[in-house]
T-cell receptor
Framework: NAGVTQTPKFQVLKTGQSMTLQCAQD?????MSWYRQDPGMGLRLIHYSVGAGITDQGEVPNGYNVSRSTTEDFPLRLLSAAPSQTSVYFCASSYSSGGWSAYEQYFGPGTRLTVT | GDSVTQMEGPVTLSEEAFLTINCTYT??????LFWYVQYPGEGLQLLLKATKADDKGSNKGFEATYRKETTSFHLEKGSVQVSDSAVYFCALSDQEGGKLIFGQGTELSVKP
């Protein structure tokens, strides 16, 4: 299994440009999530999905769109990039290891995005 | 809403020293608790977990006990190594499952 894969690893955008960060998992996990990591702030949830065709907003959704057409893929779209979106982005997939809240998350290697 | 608070870093220790990283949480319901580790330039890896009160999670010499009475999940290791240098994140899984709420992370640096 490849686990959770993300592309690209690095990206530089100009303000106003749009792009899509790709995320795929081959573990047949129902749950997938996108986080952003900023210094001193831990990871913050952007959007998540509980299954194909179902998505919802997390803590910091503004400026981002997601869709989930298949179980495997969960792309994150930046509509009009802003310098405030400079961050490291992590995709994760999860399954329940027992109990309604015991979801173990598996993280991808991250995408480092710089918006100038 | 639910939240996680970790002790601030960076924490610098000598090899073979005892490690404690404090973590407290606020949650409605009965969350599961996790410690994740992030080595330089990498994504997060699950280190250990506990799913109910008084559970002890352990892995690679690290331990943490789910204390409901003090809403805490402190990470401990008896003898740290240089290879333990990383950022450690405490997290809880909320009532909807699948979503994690993270603390801000604690950077650990172990010197030989």
């Amino acid at each position: 299994n490849a686990g959770v894969t993300q592309t690209p690893k690095f990206q530089v955008l100009k303000t106003g440009q749009s792009m899509t960060l790709q995320c795929a998992q081959d573990m047949n996990h129902e749950y997938m999530s996108w986080y952003r990591q900023d210094p001193g702030m831990g990871l913050r949830l952007i959007h998540y999905s509980v299954g194909a065709g179902i998505t919802d907003q997390g803590e910091v959704p503004n400026g981002y769109n997601v869709s989930r057409s298949t179980t495997e893929d969960f792309p994150l779209r930046l509509l009009s990039a802003a310098p405030s979106q400079t961050s490291v982005y992590f995709c994760a997939s999860s399954y329940s290891s027992g109990g309604w809240s015991a979801y173990e998350q598996y993280f991808g290697p991250g995408t480092r995005l710089t918006v100038t | 809403g639910d939240s996680v608070t970790q002790m601030e870093g960076p924490v610098t220790l000598s090899e073979e020293a005892f490690l404690t990283i404090n973590c407290t949480y606020t949650a409605t319901g009965y969350p599961s608790l996790f410690w994740y580790v992030q080595y330089p330039g990498e994504g997060l890896q699950l280190l250990l977990k506990a799913t109910k009160a008084d559970d002890k999670g352990s892995n690679k010499g690290f331990e943490a006990t789910y204390r409901k009475e003090t809403t805490s999940f402190h990470l401990e290791k008896g003898s740290v190594q240089v290879s333990d240098s990383a950022v450690y994140f405490c997290a809880l899984s909320d009532q909807e499952g699948g979503k994690l709420i993270f603390g801000q992370g604690t950077e650990l640096s172990v010197k030989p």
